[in-house]
């Protein structure tokens, strides 16, 4: 099963349906994959693990939100102003 985990991800190509986000709209999709994306990693980190399956969420994101978002998110981050509860 991991083997078709690791072809999905390197098969990707945008991101698929979630139905957690059904409208047109996808900002709120993009803004969860970036959350689930941080807290994935550093969950992982925590526990000394490999965060490759997080690569998942970043894909997702990456796809989804414009670059100028995620580089604010980013900074906001390094800055320790993000509102996301990571």
Same mark, same amino acid.
């Given at each position: 099963? =991991?083997?078709? #985990?690791?072809?999905?991800?390197?098969?990707?190509?945008? =991101? $698929?349906?979630?139905?957690?986000? $059904?409208?047109?709209?996808?900002?709120?999709?993009?803004?969860?994959?970036?959350?689930?994306?941080?807290?994935?990693?550093?969950?992982?980190? =925590?526990?000394?693990?490999? #965060? =490759? $399956?997080?690569?998942?969420?970043?894909? #997702?994101?990456?796809?989804?939100? $414009?670059?100028?978002? #995620?580089?604010?998110?980013?900074?906001?981050?390094?800055?320790?102003?993000?509102?996301?509860?990571?």
């Amino acid at each position: 099963m =991991a083997d078709t #985990v690791e072809t999905k991800i390197q098969n990707y190509r945008t =991101a $698929p349906f979630d139905a957690r986000f $059904p409208n047109t709209n996808q900002t709120r999709n993009c803004y969860q994959n970036y959350l689930d994306f941080h807290r994935c990693t550093k969950a992982l980190s =925590a526990k000394d693990q490999d #965060v =490759a $399956p997080c690569d998942w969420y970043q894909r #997702v994101y990456k796809s989804l939100c $414009p670059t100028s978002w #995620v580089g604010k998110w980013d900074d906001q981050i390094e800055g320790g102003s993000f509102a996301g509860k990571i």
